[in-house]
């Protein structure tokens, strides 16, 4: 049952179903069990929500971004995907609050920077972290540095990050970096911008640890930084 169920929520994810009214991409899977359906069945059948998460969530991501990253999949497909990821997560949050099993990887606190209002690449970025096992805490649009450094410090966040999509604005992504050094706890916070002006070499002018050239990616830098010390 167990294993029917996670293989169920990973070809789900990959089908881009959030729930049963949901046609999916390759074809019509109307009125079938969708994401959020089969999370709440595995819930129902006792299954613990890591499992869930790892082997249905996640692993349905995985195969998303080996699909994106060989040419099958493109943007629309990976942001349905996602967006089915998050279903499930909305079932499971209730029996994830006080557990911690959400915080497994670290907690990291995400927003697009002052000036900027997009925010498709850091939602993108957001559901796909807490599909990882990351704790997220989002800040939304325009967010000054100020107010960024004071959630890192009330949330006690490993990692911090930034998303800009105007040449005009990632420059404020530097101010972060120096709000961090002006606080002195620069040491105890991992920095990753992403958007589309930025760059590896943007993000080692500025002081930043990492840069996502796409969701997929960012990812994979935050898992290693925070496994690597970032982690509060």
Do not use: W
């Not at 079938?32 to 006792?46: I, S, Y």
């Not at 599909?131 to 410090?153: C, K, N, Q, T, Y």
């Amino acid at each position: 049952m167990k294993e029917k169920l996670m293989e169920s929520i990973v070809e789900n994810v990959l089908q881009g179903r959030r729930n049963e009214e949901d046609e999916g991409i390759e074809e019509d899977y109307t009125g079938k069990p969708g994401v959020a359906e089969l999370t709440q069945q595995a819930l129902d059948n006792g299954i613990d929500t890591n499992t869930i998460l790892l082997d249905g969530l996640s692993k349905g991501m995985e195969l998303v971004g080996q699909k994106y990253e060989t040419g099958e999949y493109f943007i629309p497909d990976m942001l349905t995907a996602a967006e089915a990821v998050e279903a499930g997560m909305e079932v499971m949050e209730p029996h994830l609050a006080g557990k911690g099993e959400s915080e497994g990887k670290g907690k990291v606190v995400m927003a697009t920077v002052e000036k900027d209002l997009h925010d498709i690449g850091k939602n993108l970025v957001c559901i796909m972290l807490k599909g990882a096992g990351f704790s997220v805490v989002d800040l939304g649009i325009d967010v000054p540095s100020a107010r960024i450094v004071e959630a890192v410090e009330e949330e006690k966040a490993g990692l911090i990050g930034l998303s800009a999509l105007l040449n005009t604005t990632m420059v404020n992504m530097e101010d972060v970096v120096k709000e961090l050094e002006k606080k002195g706890i620069r040491d105890k916070v991992k920095v990753i911008i992403g958007g589309a002006p930025t760059s590896e070499d943007f993000a080692k002018e500025i002081g930043a640890d990492g840069y996502g050239k796409d969701a997929f990616a960012a990812i994979r830098v935050a898992e290693q930084l925070l496994k690597t010390g970032g982690d509060s």
